[in-house]
């Protein structure tokens, strides 16, 4: 854990300079500086995320493929992976493509975690002398209690759920169980809001709201393609030869 915090302490510097700017430079609040902090590390990761998008809607147009491919060679392993390399390779579709704009973003968030949650920004906070306080948050450094808490609660559920019913209506993505799945999660990390500093339930609000807004644009500058029916395909596939007449014999 000490080697991960000093690989991503400049990570963490960054986030608390700007941080810093905001609050020192343009007179924000902390809880408003936390929210503008948030908005620049997006910001800067955007090309990361427009490209892992674009490698997604590359691989929706292949999925109906894909499907098909994994239900004809269900019981051959090999086989399947074969022709799936060759679809990938036929269409230009990197499979990994789409999950490594996210991944590079995991260390951000990790640093950002470490800071709000760290000494050396309680200090910051508590030796400023300005109000730590934001809208109905008492303070961004103590956890939150009583309304405060359930009102932060009630935000981080409502904002994680929005942005996954839009970006999965809007994708045709995790459907059935997935679905299920990734609503009840705001739910389990709910509690964990309540045992951390305000500024982290800020921090995850604000990002929340960002990958919405996010969202909503990308699909009107870059709809999601419209994923043909089993019927379509069937239709769209060429006539099956016709059987080959057997020569009679003399």
Known sequence: MLVLANILQPLEDLAEAII?????DAGWSWGLAIIGMTF??????LPLSLRGIKSMRRMQLVAPQLKEIQERYKDDRERQQRAMMELYKSEGVNPFSSCLPFILQIPFFIAIYQLLRGDAFQADVENS????????VNSVIQK????????????FIATTVLTFLYTTTTTQTATGAQRYI????????????ATQPAGLAVYWIATNI????QQVVV????????????EEIKAARPPPPPPRKRKRRR
């Open 20 to 24: 810093k700017f905001f609050q020192e």
């Open 40 to 45: 620049v590390v997006r910001l800067a990761l």
């Open 129 to 136: 002398g300005i109000d730590p306080g934001f809208l109905f």
């Open 144 to 155: 939150p209690e009583g309304a405060e808490m359930v009102i932060l609660i009630a935000l």
């Open 182 to 193: 990734f609503l009840a999660l705001p739910v389990f990390f709910a509690p964990f809001i």
């Open 210 to 213: 960002w990958s919405l807004a």
């Open 219 to 230: 699909q009107q500058i870059m709809p999601a393609p419209t994923l043909p029916t089993p």
